[in-house]
């Protein structure tokens, strides 16, 4: 596999669509089909846009212009998870719509923090140290229309589903969220702990 299709799959696999439509399920059942693609199609493009930055200014993003450690915005990213985790596993899927505002800022709001957070800003920076500009720049296009592609998808699979059998999908969904809180909950200690780890090798 070349280098360039490693980093693609890469960011991908931290976006993890089948993963995000857990967390938009409350989306899917509020939005008709056409809406619901815009949507996710200007949460992409806020994504595109904050994985590119991320890429061609990698480290330099933090220790120069913000002057903070990566670490930082690892721990903080995954308290942000953790709570969230902790949300789910306890409110099930109506524990995910507060976080959000209204249909007409829904964007900017899946994008942030459901598909930008630090692990995808962290495969960004590292697509960036891998690839040239242009090919880390055509690798995050991929890997993020990918992702958004899948996500449409699913939602006319969903769409399709519930007609049939709503009371089945729903409590498939609401089990599927609890049990996916636990693998975010425990992805967002990992960050935690990386981000402690590496800040506290910086100041001895």
Do not use: C
């Amino acid at each position: 596999m070349s280098e360039f299709l490693r980093a693609s799959t890469l960011l991908f696999m931290l976006l993890n669509p089948f993963l995000l439509v857990v967390y938009l399920i409350d989306v899917f059942d509020k939005l008709p089909t056409s809406t619901f693609r815009k949507v996710v199609l200007r949460a992409a493009l806020i994504s595109i846009s904050v994985f590119s930055v991320s890429a061609l200014l990698g480290d330099v993003l933090f220790r120069d212009v913000l002057q903070a450690e990566f670490a930082s915005f690892q721990v903080f990213g995954g308290i942000i998870f953790l709570l969230i985790g902790i949300r789910f596993v306890f409110e099930g899927n109506s524990a995910i719509k507060g976080l959000r505002g209204e249909s007409s800022h829904m964007a900017g709001s899946i994008a942030m923090p459901i598909m930008i957070g630090p692990g995808t800003i962290g495969g960004s920076i590292l697509i960036g140290k891998r690839l040239n500009p242009i090919e880390a720049l055509l690798s995050i296009l991929l890997a993020v229309l990918a992702s958004a592609a899948i996500m449409i998808a699913l939602k006319h699979l969903h769409d399709y589903v519930k007609a049939r059998n709503e009371e089945l999908v729903q409590r498939y969904i609401d089990i599927a969220g609890r049990v996916t809180a636990l693998v975010v909950g425990t992805f967002a200690m990992e960050m935690i702990m990386r981000g402690l780890a590496t800040w506290m090798a910086t100041i001895k």
